[in-house]
């Protein structure tokens, strides 16, 4: 998911408008078990039967296609290319798409499910819960028997769980997810200033230091070494999580145990770094003020040499603040504690888009939807500099800044794919969309620990590993009262091996 939305993470009760929890629970437990004439678009309708909710609209071949998406970055790319290709294809068919933030756009969609007003494909932005809740809830339909999804360029991508519920496809990837949100970029101007080479990352945590160290100053007393969103309390979790990684753990659940990992020595360690930082004059004063766009904004105007943030982050330059870009813009490794090559974990990539249950033009929705892995269309996106597209191979020729280039291979080298327990027990979906947000969060405890010194952010870490353990098992009794078969062994995995990618 690009940062042109909000991705949420609390309470799923919201997700399906009138439907209580306990329901959507069990609905979820019951159902989660470019070029114009690709092959894989062709429809197969006519011989199956429809799948569950699927409106009497869903075969027609002309009239306007609704589409809501929050991808502010990448409109004259859909437009252009690919909306208007459609649209030459298919006479008599038009496309008219509502671009939003995602909490605007999480409460037209429920205003819009509730009268019966759904666009024909909309994101997930805005809308709490993970997808299996809200395919059994009732928010999607099946696209298979409208486009042959396995014969496409992303047929083998497809996951249980994820992409595919009891059977059936409803979504594709689109955008990869080896990337990570701690990426330092760099203001070569700054750095060619203090005599930091831009081309070489500093390995450890020690030289990352010492790199910014040498940046103090380098542009006068109003130029900082290192800003980050502080604001932003999910900016700060992120953060912090991939700090963590860099010193050995594997995220938030410890796939060896299925233990919540907050309070381990990892995640002590990255904070400790984090505010050693801080305490040595490094960050940027103003950074708890700032948001990830104020942040970007005081880098771009040059009051700040790194930045660390997700590989979208030029993209929204090259928009935003393009004279940034023509100035000098580069990228590193993220630096580990102790040197070595970094190993950062993600999940395998979800679907970004959904034909809706109440779609008219179902069809139409599902063939526009797959156009967006069509290695054409992949080779377009990735020139918006945004999330890297699935098809990562297309970045290499693609018109994109070398840096770009630059930063995908980093990513490439540095990311692997963590087991997903959804994906082996759809059950555990039941879970994550029964858990309720415990509070303060993992950001909160962060930007208290950077505001106020006598901060006992050890205790807080602990006391949140520990409410995190009782939610998880709170909800996985309540979902095992619906006839959930489910556990906290379902968050561990034997077989797995770090440092490799996880074979879902």
Not at 217 to 237: C, F, T
Request: include cysteine.
């Amino acid at each position: 998911m690009t940062k042109g939305s909000t991705m949420s993470r609390s309470t799923t009760a919201s997700a399906a408008g009138t439907i209580s929890r306990r329901r959507l629970i069990g609905a979820a437990f019951a159902t989660a078990g470019g070029t114009v004439a690709a092959p894989w678009l062709t429809g197969c309708t006519g011989s199956q039967e429809p799948g569950q909710g699927v409106a009497s609209g869903g075969g027609e071949t002309t009239g306007a296609v609704t589409w809501w998406d929050q991808f502010r970055p990448l409109t004259t790319l859909f437009e252009e290319e690919l909306f208007a290709p459609f649209t030459a294809a298919h006479p008599g068919v038009t496309v008219e798409r509502r671009e939003m933030d995602g909490p605007s756009m999480g409460q037209a969609l429920q205003l819009g499910r509730r009268s019966n007003q759904l666009p024909d494909v909309h994101s997930l932005a805005g809308l709490d819960g993970s997808p299996a809740s809200l395919v059994g809830a009732g928010w999607f339909q099946p696209i298979d028997e409208f486009v042959d999804v396995e014969g496409s360029p992303v047929g083998e991508l497809l996951l249980d769980g994820i992409h595919r519920f009891d059977g059936r496809v409803y979504t594709v990837p689109v955008f990869s997810s080896r990337w990570h949100d701690a990426i330092p970029w760099l203001n070569t101007e700054l750095c060619e200033r203090a005599d930091v080479d831009p081309e070489t990352s500093p390995g450890s945590w020690d030289a990352f230091r010492a790199a910014l160290q040498q940046l103090r100053g380098a542009g006068g007393d109003d130029v900082h070494p290192m800003v980050i969103g502080a604001k932003d309390p999910s900016y700060l979790a992120s953060l912090l999580n991939r700090l963590a990684q860099t010193a050995g753990a594997a995220g938030a659940v410890d796939p060896r145990t299925g233990e919540y990992a907050y309070a381990s020595e990892p995640y002590l360690q990255a904070m400790e770094w984090l505010l050693s930082l801080q305490t040595d004059g490094l960050l940027h004063p103003s950074s708890a003020s700032m948001d990830t766009r104020d942040a970007r904004a005081r880098w771009a105007a040059g009051e700040a040499a790194v930045y660390p943030w997700g590989p979208w982050f030029i993209g929204g330059l090259k928009v935003q603040e393009p004279e940034a870009v023509e100035r000098g813009v580069g990228v590193w490794h993220i630096p580990t504690v102790d040197g070595s090559d970094p190993v950062l974990y993600s999940e395998p990539p979800g679907g970004t888009f959904w034909v809706s249950s109440q779609a008219q033009r179902a069809q139409l929705g599902a063939e526009l939807m797959l156009r967006l892995v069509d290695p054409e269309f992949q080779r377009s996106l990735a020139s918006a500099m945004d999330q890297p597209p699935v098809l990562t191979e297309v970045v290499a020729d693609a018109e994109v800044h070398p840096t770009y280039r630059t930063n995908v291979e980093y990513m490439a080298a540095d990311v692997r794919m963590a087991p997903v327990p959804q994906v082996r027990n759809p059950a555990v979906s039941a879970v994550l969309a029964e858990m309720g947000e415990v509070t303060p969060g993992l950001g909160q405890i962060v930007q208290a620990a950077l505001t106020d010194g006598s901060s006992d952010w050890r205790s807080a870490l602990t006391t949140f590993a520990e409410q995190m353990t009782a939610e998880r098992e709170r909800a996985i009794e309540s979902v095992a009262g619906d006839g959930a078969e489910v556990g906290v062994e379902d968050w561990r995995f034997e077989d797995w091996t770090p440092g490799e990618d996880h074979q879902q």
